[in-house]
């Protein structure tokens, strides 16, 4: 099977970014690191949908969501920020906050909104398969 060069640069892209997130990711996690690696990116993509945000207000929100059983650190989540906004799937903005400090601000683009649905269904069939047999084991 010979895949297109753009199928081939994704694929590299995603061992890159899988790479980071392995080697960055705190030792304290609950959940597999591969896991978590691999759905950095939606994650991020659907906590920006929600508004826009800040690097360390998206590991809160990550945490809170995960019950705490998904740490990043800022290690983690930048390079993934920074592979977002190069495939411009988000934009980043400077803004001063009320304690005067400066934060950079990340919001979602048409492109992120595109490759959020495209996971997010991806993401479905997955839990969905998973659930389905795993009901089957336990019925």
């Known amino acids: 099977m010979n895949a297109s060069p753009g199928a081939v640069l994704q694929i590299l892209e995603l061992i890159v970014l899988t790479y980071i997130a ?4 705190e030792r304290v996690m609950k959940l597999e690191k591969e ?6 990116v939606p994650l991020i993509l659907s906590i920006l ?3 826009d945000s800040y ?3 998206i590991i809160q929100r990550v ?3 995960s019950g705490g059983k998904i740490e990043w650190t800022d290690g983690m989540l930048y390079p993934v920020l920074h592979w977002l906004e190069d495939r411009r799937m988000v934009r980043s903005r400077w803004e001063k906050a ?10 979602i683009q048409t492109a992120g909104r595109e490759t959020l649905r495209e996971q997010k269904e991806q993401w479905m069939a997955v839990t969905s398969t998973l659930n389905q047999i795993w009901r089957a084991q336990h019925a």
């Open 98 to 107: 009320d304690s005067g400090r400066k934060r950079k601000y990340y919001s």
């Open 49 to 51: 949908l929600e508004g």
């Open 63 to 65: 945490k809170e969501l």
């Open 22 to 25: 392995l080697t960055c990711i």
């Open 35 to 40: 896991l978590v690696a691999a759905s950095s």
């Open 55 to 57: 690097g360390y207000a």
